[in-house]
């Protein structure tokens, strides 16, 4: 009779890198309103539009905002499961598969007018390395990896398609793009576009990688393996706004948009 020894090659760790990350807060607006007449042709713009990314209804901008979009800014859920940056390397934290985590994604006006919000949401993975202290680090991104066992979800849902609709043609099967369908007004909050994290159950599945007998023992050894171990999910969240005036316009300007119209002051898809 076999003896089988069975023998898990590194712990089973899901990182965490920047989950909340490029969400600028001040947009300059390129389309202005045009006036014009026998004597002078005049363009004013709306140049400093506000709009703040919430988490968990905390403004995650921390009120740096910056017209080029670079700002980089670290949600809470992030920190609580372990991440820190000095800047310069990123130490990640870890999450539990299948485990679902509170993590309110949602808008802010910053300003005192209304205005239309979008907001483009990217999911992949990375290769992690150890740095000299053996700390997890992230490294080149791993295409490969499905950015589907990542999981953004509202109320179960795919995500909140009350108040918020998902344009195809914008995304891929890393990056989707989101509207908030109504006009966000003077310094108020979007309902969540999604409520909650989690990474898929499904990956704490084991993988046989190797089977080895020993002829003079009859030992047979099992060598298991996971194929997201080593692995860390980046979310990045990017929420930009435009102004309420000739918004067909104003889209497909400034994002180049066509699929987008109005309809009693309410964007939906053409």
Sequence with gaps: MKKINKKYIIPFIIAAALLISGAAGVFAVGSGLAFTSDDYEAWFYMNHLQVHLLENGRDVCDGHNTLDG????????????????DGETDKLGNVEPGMKYKEEIAARNGQDIPIYVRMTIRKYWVVTEKNDAG?????????????????????GKEYNSDDWFINEEES???????????????????PALFDSLSIDRGLAKKEEASRTTDPDTGVTKITYKYKYNGYAFII??????IQTHNIEDAIHSQWGVSNIKVSDDKLELK
């Design 236 to 241: 990045k969240a990017d929420v930009q706004a």
């Design 70 to 85: 670079d700002t980089k800014v670290t949600g809470e859920l992030v920190q609580y499961l372990g991440y820190s940056s």
């Design 135 to 155: 700390e997890a680090v992230a490294s080149d991104k791993a295409p490969d990896l499905s950015p589907d066992k990542i999981h953004l979800t509202y109320g």
């Design 172 to 190: 891929t099967s890393e990056m989707k793009t989101y509207y908030y369908k109504s006009q966000l007004a003077p310094e108020a909050d979007t």
